[in-house]
């Protein structure tokens, strides 16, 4: 039996294309083995081989999906390869979204299994485990050498089809449940576990929860009239031509812009940086996505105090947790610092 054979993803930058002035790079193949997978070269052995590298900018493949895919499967497909490995892509929010992406479109489209890896707060994670396994890693490039031979085992066991649960191999859940056969009966295990609960002793669910932020809200506004009120948008809106070059996936930033003197937004002064909806009805009226025109009446009815004179805008589609939280945490204490007294949070 001869070498199982794959074919290898990954992005511009560990591709040696170039870093972000190069994220708009097209897709292209080489043959044989670049980069990380000269690591995950290493642990395959002779059992498997990368026959070829996929290299696809970050930028273009987040912006331009639906045709990159395509145009990686037809690169793809003249290899037929037995298995696909993405990544790894750590913490690198549209590099995540991509590797899951393009895994879960071989998977369908060509029949083969795939794996990819990433960080536990990647997008990538969230969007696509239930679709591809996603094997888990450190947040940067600097645990190459842990996720590297994680990679090639796995891979060799997912081409044999010896893949175990998640919490034995180091995939992150995809919510798939069989059913086994052990030893005690549910009823015992279920004691077993309350009675270390009530002794403080550790214990492993076999059936494990999600896990929510609990946030207690701040007091109602007494007197709406006096109220200073903000906008805060994850629907991408900003001035036009994009100043501040917010990303339209996995959003690494976020935008502040003066309103002070304006009393609608409109298609000569905003724009929607959002690359996860159809953009032509916020480019015609961004007021549909950010309400500047109807905050401005309510303004002079008294029906508030007063619009604050900034307002916040990123972009929330495939942004990452970590970085949501962060940016939440500067724009709220820039609002309480300026005294804001409610903020109106709008989406898509």
């Not at 037929?80 to 790894?88: K, R």
């Not at 900003?238 to 959003?251: C, F, I, L, Q, Y």
């Not at 032509?280 to 009446?297: E, H, K, M, T």
């Amino acid at each position: 039996m001869g070498k199982i054979k794959i074919v290898h993803y990954i992005n511009q930058f560990y591709g040696g294309v170039g870093g972000e002035e190069h994220a708009g790079h097209e897709p292209e193949i080489r043959g044989g083995v670049v980069g990380p997978g000269m690591a995950i070269s290493g642990g395959l052995g002779q059992s498997a081989e990368i026959v070829a590298t996929v290299i696809c900018g970050d930028g273009y493949f987040n912006e331009n999906m639906d045709k990159a895919i395509a145009a990686i499967l037809e690169l793809i497909k003249p290899y037929q390869p037995e298995l696909f490995i993405a990544g790894p892509s750590f913490n690198a929010g549209r590099y995540g979204v991509a590797c899951g992406a393009i895994s879960k479109a071989v998977q369908e489209e060509l029949q083969i299994p795939a794996v990819t890896a990433m960080y536990a707060e990647n997008p990538g994670v969230d969007m696509y485990k239930k679709d591809v396994y996603v094997l888990s890693t450190g947040a940067s490039g600097a645990a190459m050498r842990q996720a590297a031979p994680a990679i090639a085992k796995f891979a060799l066991k997912l081409a044999k089809g010896e893949v175990g649960p998640a919490n034995a191999e180091g995939y992150f859940p995809r919510g798939v449940r069989k059913n086994v056969f052990v030893e005690e009966r549910g009823s015992k295990r279920a004691v077993d576990m309350l009675l270390k609960k009530i002794k403080g002793e550790e214990f492993e669910t076999e059936y494990v929860m999600p896990v929510f932020d609990q946030v207690t809200p701040n007091p109602a506004i007494k007197d709406m009239s006096k109220a200073v009120v903000a906008l805060v948008t994850s629907g991408g809106i900003v001035p036009k031509g994009n100043p501040d070059r917010v990303e339209s996936s996995s959003a690494s930033k976020y935008g502040e812009y003066d309103i002070e003197k304006l009393n609608a937004l409109s298609i000569d002064t905003g724009e929607t940086a959002h690359g996860g909806y159809d953009p032509v009805y916020a480019n015609q009226d961004p007021n549909r996505v950010l309400p500047v025109d109807v905050l401005r009446d309510m303004e002079r009815e008294g029906v508030i105090g007063k619009l604050y004179d900034f307002y916040y805008s990123t972009v929330g589609n495939g942004t990452s947790v970590a970085n949501s939280k962060k940016f939440a945490a500067e724009i709220g204490e820039k609002l309480k610092n300026a005294g804001v007294q409610a903020v109106i949070l709008t989406s898509t």
